[in-house]
């Protein structure tokens, strides 16, 4: 029996905002779940008294994940449950109630950690689609659709980015197109998730590679070409950059630990 089982579900509702749920249940011993760099913002919400561990410190309450540079590991311990809500990049910003800034990053309100410690029982004893249910209902009562269009030019943008990751010049034609200069779309970009929208594109490059290395027998060169980059070195000084290592040895860390064997994992890991 695999050590972890992770159940996704695309959210009905608010699907514009929600990328999707998901839920991670370890059995008999406790796992390491490694969390790449990603655009995606991850709300996590340990279901056992134990928590769950990233880098070193436990936590037992809602925690954000943002826009991340550099991967991590998410200790989970055994017979435990995380649920998490996956958000586009964008995704924070439409809801009042859910979220606040603190020193410039976004933890859960005190309506969110009530409405957890509340219903933390039901969580951990239901299945994830009625806790999907659940939060959604919740989410849609904190979503404001003002705010959403506040952000509209960020948001084009990156979504965007993720339809044509393999564009050469995107940021110049989507500032020519939308008529709206790089410093107004950097300005933006650093006030919805703090990073410049080439670090943001560069982003979305390096996932989709990561996608096409899970699910497919393209070599390095296919890779580098298809998602964006100029040749095979670029690739793998971007991947590097990313991920700390380099594709090869990022693929023989994948098969000595055995992470990411399952369908369901790689389907959740990826872009």
Same mark, same amino acid.
């Given at each position: 029996m695999y050590p972890l089982s992770i159940t996704t579900y695309k959210p009905t509702e608010i699907s514009h905002v929600v990328e999707r749920m998901w839920i991670a249940e370890t059995n008999r011993s406790d796992f390491n779940l490694l969390m790449l760099s990603t655009h995606f913002i991850n709300v996590l919400f340990p279901l056992d008294a134990n928590g769950i561990t990233i880098d070193g410190n436990t936590y037992h309450k809602p925690i954000i994940k943002g826009t991340v540079l550099k991967p991590f590991i998410m200790k989970i311990p055994a017979h435990s449950k995380v649920f998490a809500i996956r958000l586009y990049a964008y995704g924070l910003y439409p809801f009042r109630?859910?979220?606040?800034?603190?020193?410039?990053?976004?933890?859960?309100?005190?309506?969110?950690?009530?409405?957890?410690?509340?219903?933390?029982?039901?969580?951990?004893?239901q299945e994830a689609k009625d806790i999907e249910s659940l939060i959604t209902t919740t989410l *849609?009562?904190?979503?404001? @659709?003002?705010?959403?269009?506040? $952000?509209?030019? #960020?948001?084009?943008?990156?979504? *965007?980015?993720?339809?044509? @990751?393999?564009?050469?010049?995107? $940021?110049?034609? #989507?500032?020519r197109d939308n008529d709206v200069n790089y410093i107004n779309l950097n300005r933006i970009c650093n006030k919805v998730i703090g990073i410049t929208p080439k670090k943001l594109e560069r982003l979305i490059?390096?996932?989709?590679?990561?996608?096409?290395?899970?699910k497919t027998d393209m070599n390095f060169?296919?890779?580098?070409?298809?998602?964006?980059?100029?040749?095979?070195p670029h690739f793998v000084k971007e991947f590097k950059h990313f991920t700390n290592s380099t594709p090869s040895e990022f693929i023989k860390f994948l098969k000595e630990e055995q992470v990411y064997t399952t369908k369901e994992v790689t389907d959740f890991s990826t872009f």
């Open positions: 109630d859910a979220f606040n800034m603190v020193n410039g990053k976004a933890v859960a309100s005190e309506t969110l950690e009530n409405f957890f410690e509340e219903h933390k029982s039901i969580f951990f004893s *849609q009562d904190c979503y404001v @659709p003002e705010l959403e269009k506040k $952000i509209a030019l #960020f948001k084009n943008y990156y979504l *965007q980015l993720l339809e044509e @990751p393999c564009c050469t010049d995107l $940021i110049s034609c #989507f500032c490059k390096y996932r989709k590679a990561v996608d096409f290395m899970l060169t296919d890779i580098a070409l298809n998602a964006g980059y100029f040749d095979q």
